[in-house]
């Protein structure tokens, strides 16, 4: 969590990602208490309850969803609840695209930006930059000691800039391979 939000000792980080999946478990309570943050636990995302925990406990920092990004973004019960305490939205998973992540800023008044990862990278390839800024509909740069490539999925060669292609990364995160499945 430190990487991906300026989370410091003491700060409260809403926590109602499914702890079973890797941005619940390793990003935001792992994350979360390394850091020495208060976890504010929720059973799950239901709206009314979710905005309530922000207001009520005074969160600072919650990780998000783009299903809940675009709420956050678009939905009149947002209005209902004073989210004033919320310093930084982080946002995974899934892409979200630049026009909510601007949206969502302005009508929140908080830092919002996006990170990107997997299971098998131990949650997390690449994170905003807070401190340096970020840019919009970007999942930001790549963690410390991690190379990354985008190449040609069928020849395997490395594409230039600004190209689509498929992403091929490398660091000390990423796991040696599944168990009992070498050739996978």
């Known amino acids: 969590v430190g990487a991906l939000a300026p989370v410091a000792a003491g700060d409260r980080v809403l926590s109602f990602l499914p702890m079973f999946h890797i941005m619940g478990f390793a990003i935001v309570a792992l994350g979360g208490l390394t850091k020495g943050a208060t976890l504010v636990t929720l059973p799950g995302f239901e709206p009314r309850s979710f905005l309530a925990a922000i207001q009520d406990q005074r969160i600072k920092t919650v990780f998000v969803v783009p299903p809940i990004a675009n709420f956050l973004a678009a939905h009149p019960m947002v209005d ?102 070498p050739k996978a």
Do not use: K
């Open 80 to 181: 209902e609840f004073d989210l004033s305490s919320l310093q930084t939205i982080g946002c995974g998973a899934a892409p979200l695209g630049a026009a909510t992540e601007e949206t969502l800023r302005a009508r929140i008044g908080c830092q919002m930006a996006q990170g990107y990862g997997m299971t098998e990278s131990g949650g997390c390839i690449s994170y905003p930059r807070f401190d340096i800024g970020t840019r919009l509909g970007s999942s930001g740069v790549l963690i410390p000691n991690t190379e990354a490539v985008i190449v040609d999925p069928v020849t395997g060669e490395s594409q230039p800039a600004g190209s689509t292609g498929e992403l091929w990364f490398r660091g000390p995160q990423v796991f040696a391979g599944y168990l009992h499945n």
